[in-house]
């Protein structure tokens, strides 16, 4: 008997089945996975940390810099960690707009990097 009948005679669909036997989302995971792949992933991941961790500093630079009461050692501390974090994110946002300019101007897309294979 038919699979695909069986499974509808009984409600149950056969998903996988109906749209040609596709592979599970982990295999196909394991078969696009080169190391051109984890290097943009990689890239992608830092440039997002990055991001969020430089946000994060300058609030709490910020809530430490209002919360000093007027001690000049904690508003200190809070100007630097503001300052701190601004260059952070200048760095970020610099090192995003280099991989952007050699994108456009050398046609490599350093966040979805392929290495070419040998052979």
């Known amino acids: 008997m038919n699979k695909t009948f069986l499974a509808q005679s009984t409600g149950q669909s056969n998903i996988a089945g109906e749209l040609g036997g596709m592979d599970s989302p982990l295999e196909n995971l394991r078969q696009n996975m080169t190391i051109g792949s984890i290097i943009s992933g990689l890239i992608t991941w830092i440039l997002v940390a990055a991001m969020v961790l430089s946000l994060f500093f300058l609030l709490f630079g910020g809530i430490r810099w209002i919360t000093s009461g007027g ?3 904690k ?3 809070g100007q630097k960690m ?3 974090a601004v ?3 200048a760095l970020t946002f610099s090192a995003w707009a ?3 300019l050699i ?3 050398f046609g490599l897309d350093i966040m979805s990097l392929e290495i070419p294979i040998l052979g």
């Open 87 to 89: 260059i952070g994110l």
């Open 82 to 84: 503001i300052t701190g």
């Open 103 to 105: 994108q456009h101007y």
């Open 71 to 73: 001690d000049k050692d």
């Open 98 to 100: 280099i991989t952007r």
């Open 75 to 77: 508003t200190s501390s």
